[in-house]
């Protein structure tokens, strides 16, 4: 970490996302700060610590942000320790803040990660010049959480990173009320935006369960930041300025005038009833329209729009349900009432996919849940019409 003034440090910082939603993280990160390079599981980027609180105040599809605090070669543990002690780990943990290390090591001639969290802890108790209450588990829900260290080790060269998000940044803090298998905030936003919603026009899910989908949406078109109802762990940090971060939230984007459509249907009403709840909690009970209907009753709007869903599949339902007949009437009626519509899908069976009859793509790998998934999209053709590139 090379500061380039006294006033502004300039730091390495890394976002963390689940596999496949990097390019949508890059493309978030565009609008927040100069440029940084995309890899396996995120993007990096740079800035100042400013440019860190907009960084977990907005980004929609990540779900960590890391501090690149230390990069250093170590090819015995005394090496380790020694270079680890330098530095200035005063400025991101406070007196008595305990740490939890998460350590992962990959040809290297320190091999054994337990032993390697055992001497970054000692590095950090010789610069601190005190004891370090050492945590086995990271738990984000316990009233005094762990600062996570993340150490990683790969030919000798050790990346030592600090998490400044704490609990997963899909937890917004409006979902207090789940459906079945309850899709995770970062995932739903990063359908809509593989989607290539514009938002402006309709935004269609008939599959909404506890809304996950249309409260991200209507978030996403009220330019309201996902993460103003939560706290971050670089609020614990003794260099925290309390004041550019509340200076930040108060300074949002103002919401649009008007808002497009977002209208989201489940045939549970359990599941209406913990979406309304959810999307009051999100501010954004105002702009979406929900309702408990079947598919084939959806009633969408005559101007052409986008559906986004994450309808059953096998493995929410235990693997005991043949789909193929729901999958086949979404095809239909999607054929019916919404010529001229794009669709989003995630789904993680081609069999099901298929059975709607639509011109789906190659889709998009996910993951959801730990199941391999597709995010696959289409063009609804209006009857007769040729083909045309989606």
């Not at 100069?34 to 980027?45: I, L, S």
């Not at 369960?209 to 009220?222: H, N, Q, R, V, Y």
Request: hydrophobic share 40%.
């Amino acid at each position: 970490m090379t500061p380039v003034s006294s006033a502004a440090p300039s730091y390495t910082f890394f976002a963390v996302c689940a596999p496949g939603l990097e390019s949508f993280l890059a493309q978030e990160l565009q609008g927040l700060t100069r440029g940084g390079g995309g890899e396996a599981g995120g993007v990096e980027f740079h800035g100042d610590l400013r440019t860190l609180y907009r960084a977990n105040l907005h980004l929609r599809t990540a779900s960590r942000v890391l501090v690149r605090f230390g990069e250093l070669y170590a090819a015995a543990f005394s090496e380790l320790r020694k270079k680890a002690s330098r530095l200035p780990w005063e400025a991101f943990l406070a007196p008595g803040q305990p740490v939890a290390l998460r350590v992962t090591c990959h040809k290297s001639r320190l091999y054994h990660s337990d032993a390697v969290a055992e001497r970054v802890a000692g590095a950090i108790e010789d610069r601190l010049g005190q004891r370090l209450e050492r945590r086995k588990g990271h738990n984000e829900a316990e009233a005094n959480p762990a600062q996570l260290i993340v150490v990683r080790l790969v030919r000798d060269r050790c990346t030592i990173s600090l998490d400044s998000s704490g609990a997963l940044l899909h937890q917004r803090g409006y979902r207090l009320a789940t459906a079945k298998a309850p899709l995770r905030e970062t995932l739903a936003a990063g359908m809509l935006l593989a989607s290539g919603w514009d938002m402006a026009s309709p935004l269609l899910d008939p599959f909404c369960g506890s809304g996950t989908i249309p409260i991200e949406a209507a978030l996403m078109s009220k330019n309201i930041p996902p993460g103003r109802m939560r706290r971050f762990a670089f609020m614990d940090w003794p260099n925290f300025d309390a004041a550019a971060w509340e200076s930040m939230v108060r300074a949002r984007s103002a919401a649009p005038l008007r808002w497009p459509p977002v209208i989201a249907s489940d045939r549970d009403a359990g599941a209406i009833e913990a979406a309304r709840a959810n999307a009051d909690r999100a501010g954004v009970a105002d702009c979406i329209e929900f309702s408990r209907r079947a598919v084939s009753a959806i009633e969408p709007p005559p101007m052409p729009g986008w559906v986004v869903t994450n309808p059953p599949y096998g493995a929410r339902l235990g693997g005991g349900k043949d789909l193929r007949d729901l999958y086949a009437q979404l095809g239909k009626v999607l054929k019916a009432k919404c010529p001229g519509w794009r669709v989003a899908m995630l789904c993680d069976s081609r069999q099901l996919i298929g059975n709607t009859g639509l011109d789906f793509d190659e889709g998009i790998p996910l993951v959801n849940g730990g199941l391999r998934m597709r995010l696959v999209r289409a063009v609804v053709y209006f009857p007769h019409s040729a083909r045309r590139s989606t």
